[in-house]
C-alpha cells in the first residue's frame, strides 16, 4: 500500500544540473525524517541527505554539501533533491527514503523507493 516513486534522474554532464523528485502514497509522514541515500555498482549505500518534518532540520554528507539541496512539500506528500555542479563521482541510483524517527541510520527507515539513475560523465 505505501509507495515511495523516484523520478529526475538521467545523463548530465559534469557541472550540470539536476531535479530529483519522490512523490509518496499510501500514508503521510507526519513527524518523521526522509531522506535520499544513494547507491553506486559494488559499492555500499550511503546516505546523501535528509530533513526533518518541518524542514528546520537538514542535514548534508560531506560529499554533496554546497550542491546539494534536500526540500520537501507535505501538502504533496513529496521529496525533493536539487543536484548542481555535478561531479562524475555522483553517479549512481539514488534512493527516497521515508519513515525515521531518527535520520542518523539507514536501518531507521521504513519506506523507501525503487531508486532513480543518475549518471554524470566526465
Known amino acids: 500500500q505505501v509507495q515511495l516513486v523516484e523520478s529526475g534522474g538521467g545523463l548530465v554532464q559534469a557541472g550540470g544540473s539536476l531535479r530529483l523528485s519522490c512523490a509518496a502514497a499510501?500514508?503521510?509522514?507526519?513527524?518523521?525524517?526522509m531522506a535520499w541515500f544513494r547507491q553506486a555498482p559494488g559499492k555500499e549505500r550511503e546516505f546523501v541527505a535528509t530533513?526533518?518534518?518541518?524542514?528546520?532540520?537538514?542535514y548534508y554528507a560531506d560529499s554533496v554539501k554546497g550542491r546539494f539541496t534536500i526540500s520537501r512539500d507535505n501538502a504533496k506528500n513529496a521529496l525533493y533533491l536539487q543536484m548542481n555542479s555535478l561531479k562524475p563521482e555522483d553517479t549512481a541510483t539514488y534512493y527516497c527514503?521515508?519513515?525515521?524517527?531518527?535520520?542518523?541510520?539507514?536501518?531507521?527507515?521504513?519506506?523507501w523507493g525503487q531508486g532513480t539513475q543518475v549518471t554524470v560523465s566526465s
Open positions: 527514503a521515508a519513515g525515521a524517527t531518527d535520520w542518523g541510520s539507514m536501518a531507521k527507515y521504513d519506506y
Open positions: 499510501g500514508r503521510t509522514f507526519s513527524r518523521t525524517f
Open positions: 530533513i526533518a518534518w518541518t524542514g528546520r532540520f537538514t
